[in-house]
């Protein structure tokens, strides 16, 4: 409990010191093109109070969440695919390598163009921007497994489901939880991007918007919320489940 709040209060002075760095550089510049922190508040404030912030924050968020389900889906059954199959990867490995090196905002154009502006194009195309680094990440997870404990699975027979849930994820955990924690990062920066080309709602639409006005405090604004959310994600969410996840590592430590 003494480390958690100690680890807290660490987090609190930093930001602190973040915000009061800001506050002094903003007034030392003393230009609309930095605001200070409490401009940004009001903007805040004046968005929140009206109903846009929600909005907006929540159809940016629920776009990330179906681009990172698609992605992480499909990306971690081709990866674990590839990793247990060599043929397989020595054929698909040039359309991966491929894909890697396609610039995403190409992607989303194509897939505004052969499919239209609408939501299935915009996820389909944050999804695909993401989908070869689970690929990657999950393929060198599956070439790492332990052969000695498929060898037990099969000796005890074990169905597909069971070796899949007591042997194969187990060691693939690690894999998992840093192509979920890159995924989210890279996948809300593109769903921006997206809204910001093809959508009318949407965090990235609204800093479109604000840029258009040149009204940088509350393009900060959307930002830090965006940003806070992600946090929140990340801190209270993503770590507690890793941890929870490698609890059988510890008692084996």
């Known amino acids: 409990m003494r480390s958690r709040l100690q680890k807290i209060g660490l987090v609190g002075a930093s930001l602190t010191t973040f915000v009061l760095l800001w506050a002094l550089l903003a007034n030392h510049l003393n230009d609309n093109a930095l605001p200070p922190p409490i401009d940004v508040w009001n903007s805040l404030l004046v968005e929140y109070r009206s109903g846009e912030l929600f909005h907006h924050l929540g159809m940016t968020l629920l776009r990330v969440l179906a681009a ?80 000695e404990y498929s060898e037990m ?54 800093i479109h918007l604000y840029f258009q006005l040149f009204d940088v405090a509350t393009i900060l604004a959307y930002t830090l919320a965006f940003v806070a959310v992600m946090l929140f994600v990340e801190y209270c969410l993503l770590q507690p489940l890793d941890n929870h996840s490698n609890r059988w590592r510890a008692s084996h430590e």
Do not use: C
């Open 153 to 206: 699975a099969q000796v005890y027979r074990f169905g597909f489901i069971k070796r899949l849930r007591h042997v194969v994820i187990p060691q693939l955990q690690p894999f998992f939880a840093a192509a979920t924690r890159s995924g989210i990062s890279l996948i809300w920066k593109i769903v921006l991007i997206v809204e910001l080309l093809g959508r009318s709602n949407g965090v990235g639409f609204q």
């Open 68 to 147: 990172f389900i698609v992605a992480m889906a499909v990306g971690s059954a081709i990866g674990i695919w590839l990793g247990m199959h060599k043929l397989s990867n020595r054929i698909l490995d040039p359309w991966l390598i491929l894909l890697l090196n396609i610039p995403a905002l190409v992607i989303i154009v194509l897939s505004y163009i052969w499919f239209g502006l609408n939501e299935a194009a915009a996820v389909g195309a944050v999804a695909l921007n993401k989908i070869p680094n689970v690929v990657i990440t999950l393929r060198e997870g599956a070439r790492s497994l332990n052969p």
